[in-house]
């Protein structure tokens, strides 16, 4: 089975442009959770898609949007970008089912970094 | 709302010698708690969660809901233990299952 992929694996953009990074789920999973890591922090939890709504959001602005596509892949859109969005984000998939939790895998993370 | 604290940004220890990672929450309700390493360019993983109570790598975790800590312990250090490591918390039944981590810890073990 493959792992979670994303892509790219690093962006440098400017204050005030929009930026889409992707993620490829796990195999057999089917949600997809967003990450952002600022440098020396745990991960912060932006927004999980189940069945490609939305389905639970952490404390970040409407500029920070997603897709969840039919083949489980993912996309995390931000706009407006602020020099605050620089971040490592990180994508997790798992499989939601019965049970209170599902293990989440991670990727490798996209650097994004806003000049 | 939920939140995990990590009071140590880094912990240097020898080979052999004991090490414990300190974790702390605060949640009213009934928390999933667990802990996630990362290796040196590798990417975040799964370590343990207090439901499975097990060892793992020789690593445990006790959940102590009186001081609302769940600590991660390893009796005998090796070097390949030198990671990044989180301690993270979800609440049971949540919509999302969101993972609520901490600052996390560097381990250093030197030979």
């Known amino acids: 089975e493959t792992g979670v992929t994303q892509s790219p694996t690093h962006l440098i953009k400017t204050r005030g442009q929009q930026v889409t990074l992707r993620c490829s789920s796990q195999?057999?999973?089917?949600?997809v959770s967003w990450y952002q890591q600022a440098l020396g922090q745990g991960p912060q939890f932006i927004f999980q898609?189940?069945?490609?709504?939305?389905?639970g959001r952490g404390n970040f602005p409407p500029r920070f949007s997603g897709l969840q596509f039919p083949n489980y892949s993912s996309e995390l859109n931000v706009n407006a970008l602020e020099l605050d969005d620089s971040a490592l984000y990180l994508c997790?998939?798992?499989?939601?089912?019965?049970?209170?939790?599902?293990?989440?895998?991670f990727g490798p993370g996209t650097r994004l970094t806003v000049l | 709302a939920q939140r995990v604290t990590q009071p140590e940004k880094l912990l240097s220890v020898f080979k052999g010698a004991p090490v414990e990672l300190k974790c702390n929450y605060s949640y009213s309700g009934s928390p999933e708690l667990f802990w996630y390493v990362q290796y040196s360019r590798q990417r975040l993983q799964l370590l343990l969660r207090h439901i499975s109570r097990e060892s793992i790598k020789g690593f445990t975790a006790d959940l102590n809901k009186g001081e609302t800590s769940f600590h991660l312990k390893k009796p005998f250090a090796q070097e390949e233990d030198s990671a990044m490591y989180y301690c993270?918390?979800?609440?049971?039944?949540?919509?999302?299952?969101?993972?609520?981590f901490g600052g996390g810890t560097r381990v250093l073990v030197k030979p």
């Open positions: 993270a918390l979800s609440l049971i039944k949540a919509a999302g299952n969101k993972l609520t």
């Open positions: 898609y189940y069945r490609e709504e939305e389905n």
């Open positions: 997790a998939s798992g499989l939601q089912g019965p049970s209170s939790y599902n293990e989440q895998f």
């Open positions: 195999s057999g999973h089917n949600t």
